[in-house]
């Protein structure tokens, strides 16, 4: 066995992929969950433990361990291998990769190589000298050395500090220029920091690595208070959420995670003991942020300051949280506090609670809706009704949306017939198909595709069987492209593996498999089935060459071809127990 496969041996596929997607056990060895790949509401990616593959019947992507990994987290091949293979204490061998495969594996760890020494740099600057403002300010907002610690907050100073550190550690030119953390003069060749006189917060991807900044002003009237990392290689603004990499265990714990809205909310709940907590880093929320936190949650409660903008994003980001199908709570704070200073005044223990009874999205937005209309008048109620619709018909259900405008309409004190008529003439007739994710296969009967099954997924069952069910299918059965298959890797000998059948297969036929092997609700064939189904093949193959053989005698236009046909006739006649 080679490393790659060696270490795909000893992973587990429902593991990994567990990780970052919640499965939900099928039957056996198959499971299912929502797509990380595409936005879908009903789970049509799955996962097979015994094949070790998944298959998303809703985009098509599918693939073994690497592959997840890869498409996932954006990585190269080398490096989805090195990852496993860490997490497995291997060490990988020092030659493997092509060069030119491996150009842009080469580069992510460059720039990541940056940012690790920049981090470095950021965190000593912080408590020097030069950093003792900066620190003052984290003092008084309340951090001490413990959040400072576990955050890595840091100082990016004036002047040319950085340019000079970064020379000294001989890294590649263009890894430093495409970093992120340094600007290049429009007139010479020259280069300056990027972050001057700021406190740095590190952005980390999913999973963990340092991707990125944010860097605060500690001087109030400077603009713009925060300044991110530019778009890199490895920094993409709109699909990264601060602290995810910390609080995705606390949201998979309580099913839930708390969307704040900058950096030193995150910090300040944190600090309070509350550990599912992350941040758009200076964006509008995004779907493919959205589609992160679905990896690990239902349900989001949104808290956002209570000043207008941020109740406007608030409302923003609620309506895009609804779209992509998430429960949705909103917590406003008592006394226009935002997160962090709520924390800092009244503990954790109060925010918890806060949380706890934070009211689902529609209360929030009907008590938005009383400042901005009369309800004591019933113009009033209608147009703070109508408003509330537009939210209400993004719900992913419709009997979701039927309770919810009835109880909207109690509270507003609207006939809930009313109410329930305008919500039919509101809701756009629904597009989604709810198809079942995965449908029959096409062309094969019930028993050959048991058979398929039975061959993919059991060792003795194709020393017995393969041989004499690949012979039958030759003879014209639609199973025949898959078994050749399935008979010349099998004979190849070595562990057993499905994409090697996949690569022999065209996309069709390789459609077919999969949707044959994470078929729900067939039985489980066995070994002690496999006679059976080879009688059962066998039959449907005569079937197949009686139906031709009739054919050809209708088209049959020589009298010398008739008998040699009439007696092949009889003979399958007999065989099948047709003949009297
Ligand atoms: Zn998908």
């Given at each position: 066995m080679d490393f790659a496969q060696e270490v795909k041996a000893a992973a587990d596929i429902v593991s990994v992929v567990g990780a970052n997607v919640r499965l939900k056990r099928q039957s056996g060895d198959r499971y299912v969950g929502l797509c990380p790949f595409h936005t879908e509401k009903t789970p049509s990616f799955s996962v097979h433990g015994r094949l070790q593959i998944y298959k998303c019947f809703g985009c098509g992507k599918s693939g073994d361990v690497f592959n997840f990994l890869m498409e996932l987290q954006g990585l190269s091949f080398i490096e989805a291998l090195k990852l496993l293979a860490e997490q497995q204490g291997k060490e990988l061998p020092r030659k493997g990769g092509s060069p030119a495969a491996d150009a842009a594996a080469r580069k992510r760890e460059g720039l990541l190589q940056v940012h690790d020494l920049a981090q470095r740099f950021f965190v000593e600057q912080l408590k020097s000298n030069v950093g003792s403002k900066a620190m003052r300010y984290l003092s008084q907002r309340g951090l001490g050395s413990e959040e400072i610690g576990e955050f890595g907050l840091g100082y990016a100073p004036g002047g040319d500090a950085l340019m000079s550190y970064l020379r000294s550690?001989?890294?590649?030119?263009?890894?430093?220029?495409?970093?992120?953390?340094?600007?290049?003069?429009?007139?010479?060749?020259?280069?300056?920091?990027?972050?001057?006189?700021?406190?740095?917060?590190?952005?980390?991807?999913?999973?963990?690595?340092?991707?990125?900044?944010?860097?605060?002003?500690?001087?109030?009237?400077?603009?713009?208070?925060?300044?991110?990392?530019?778009?890199?290689?490895?920094?993409?603004?709109?699909?990264?959420?601060?602290?995810?990499?910390?609080?995705?265990?606390?949201?998979?714990?309580?099913?839930?995670?708390?969307?704040?809205?900058?950096?030193?909310?995150?910090?300040?709940?944190?600090?309070?003991?509350?550990?599912?907590?992350?941040?758009?880093?200076?964006?509008?929320?995004?779907?493919?942020?959205?589609?992160?936190?679905?990896?690990?949650?239902?349900?989001?409660?949104?808290?956002?300051?209570?000043?207008?903008?941020?109740?406007?994003?608030?409302?923003?980001?609620?309506?895009?949280?609804?779209?992509?199908?998430?429960?949705?709570?909103?917590?406003?704070?008592?006394?226009?506090?935002?997160?962090?200073?709520?924390?800092?005044?009244?503990?954790?223990e109060s925010y918890r609670q806060q949380l706890e009874n934070a009211p689902a999205y529609f209360h929030w937005l009907l008590d938005r809706s009383h400042t901005l209309f009369d309800l004591s008048t019933s113009d009033g109620r209608t147009k703070a009704f109508e408003r509330l619709l537009g939210s209400v018909v993004l719900l992913p259900d419709e009997v979701q949306q039927a309770t919810t405008v009835t109880d909207l309409a109690q509270h507003i004190g609207l006939p809930q017939s009313?109410?329930?008529?305008?919500?039919?003439?509101?809701?756009?007739?629904?597009?989604?198909?709810?198809?079942?994710?995965?449908?029959?296969?096409?062309?094969?009967?019930?028993?050959?595709?048991?058979?398929?099954?039975?061959?993919?997924?059991?060792?003795?069952?194709?020393?017995?069987?393969?041989?004499?069910?690949?012979?039958?299918?030759?003879?014209?059965?639609?199973?025949?492209?898959?078994?050749?298959?399935?008979?010349?890797?099998?004979?190849?000998?070595?562990?057993?593996?499905?994409?090697?059948?996949?690569?022999?297969?065209?996309?069709?036929?390789?459609?077919?498999?999969?949707?044959?092997?994470?078929?729900?609700?067939?039985?489980?064939?066995?070994?002690?089935?496999?006679?059976?189904?080879?009688?059962?093949?066998?039959?449907?193959?005569?079937e197949e060459q009686y139906q031709d053989l009739l054919r050809r005698i209708g088209r049959a236009d020589s009298a010398d071809e008739l008998p040699g046909l009439l007696d092949q006739k009889l003979q399958l006649e007999r065989e099948l127990g047709l003949a009297r």
């Open positions: 550690k001989r890294l590649k030119r263009s890894h430093v220029l495409e970093s992120g953390l340094v600007g290049q003069s429009d007139q010479d060749d020259s280069v300056y920091p990027r972050f001057r006189d700021r406190l740095m917060f590190p952005i980390h991807s999913d999973g963990g690595s340092l991707i990125g900044y944010g860097g605060r002003s500690r001087l109030a009237d400077r603009q713009p208070k925060y300044l991110n990392s530019p778009e890199t290689p490895i920094y993409h603004k709109n699909a990264v959420l601060y602290n995810i990499h910390r609080a995705r265990t606390a949201m998979r714990q309580s099913n839930q995670v708390v969307l704040v809205e900058g950096y030193m909310d995150v910090i300040g709940v944190w600090r309070a003991g509350i550990r599912n907590a992350v941040a758009a880093c200076g964006t509008a929320l995004t779907s493919k942020q959205i589609s992160l936190l679905r990896r690990h949650c239902d349900t989001v409660v949104v808290n956002f300051d209570s000043d207008s903008a941020g109740q406007t994003a608030a409302e923003r980001s609620v309506e895009m949280l609804l779209r992509d199908g998430m429960n949705v709570r909103v917590l406003e704070l008592p006394g226009g506090l935002d997160p962090d200073e709520y924390c800092r005044e009244h503990g954790g009313l109410a329930l008529a305008r919500l039919r003439s509101a809701a756009k007739p629904s597009k989604r198909t709810d198809e079942t994710p995965v449908a029959q296969a096409d062309g094969l009967s019930p028993s050959e595709r048991l058979l398929v099954v039975l061959l993919v997924s059991d060792e003795r069952a194709r020393q017995q069987f393969l041989e004499p069910a690949c012979e039958i299918a030759a003879r014209g059965l639609p199973s025949s492209p898959i078994l050749s298959a399935l008979k010349a890797v099998a004979s190849a000998g070595g562990p057993f593996r499905y994409e090697a059948v996949e690569g022999r297969l065209d996309s069709a036929d390789r459609d077919r498999l999969a949707r044959l092997v994470f078929e729900r609700d067939r039985p489980m064939p066995t070994v002690a089935d496999g006679e059976d189904l080879l009688a059962a093949l066998n039959r449907q193959a005569m």
